[in-house]
């Protein structure tokens, strides 16, 4: 699946669970809110996605992703007022830490879900 289509799945799933709850619960009440959605959209997903961070062959830090979509797509799930840069870099850092290439920031905080699409690597927005 192309990473539009599968992004446009995922963000569709995002905005059943928001319309549904609203802003207000806790970050982990989404989460499971949008595993729910993505089972029943038949993605294969996975939730708190360990990843060990490595400098020059030596791990030198873990995280854990949020959610990881058909193994290709990282989601990282906020539920503040709004989001902020650092929200943005950390998705960033998450991607160029495990070679995967695309993300996507929810926030179910706002009055509207707010949705940024990320890359790992730069890409020039198009004229």
């Known amino acids: 699946m192309e990473y539009k289509e599968l992004t446009e ?4 799933c995002a905005m059943k669970v928001h319309q549904a709850l609203g802003p207000g619960f806790l970050e982990s009440v989404y989460q499971k809110a949008l595993a729910h959605e993505l089972c029943k959209a038949g993605l294969a997903f996975e ?10 062959s030596v791990i030198v830090g873990d995280f854990s992703a949020d959610m990881l979509v058909e193994g290709t797509v990282m989601v990282e799930n906020k539920s503040v007022q709004s989001l902020v840069a650092a929200h943005e870099v950390q998705l960033v850092n998450y991607l160029t830490a495990t070679g995967i290439e ?8 706002a009055a509207s879900l707010e949705i940024k699409r990320k890359t ?4 020039p927005k198009s004229p």
Do not use: H, P
Request: proline share 0%; aromatic share 12%.
């Open 120 to 123: 790992r690597t730069y890409r």
């Open 102 to 109: 695309v993300g996507l920031l929810l926030n179910f905080g």
């Open 9 to 12: 799945k995922i963000i569709g």
């Open 47 to 56: 939730c708190e996605k360990a990843i060990q961070v490595l400098y020059d």
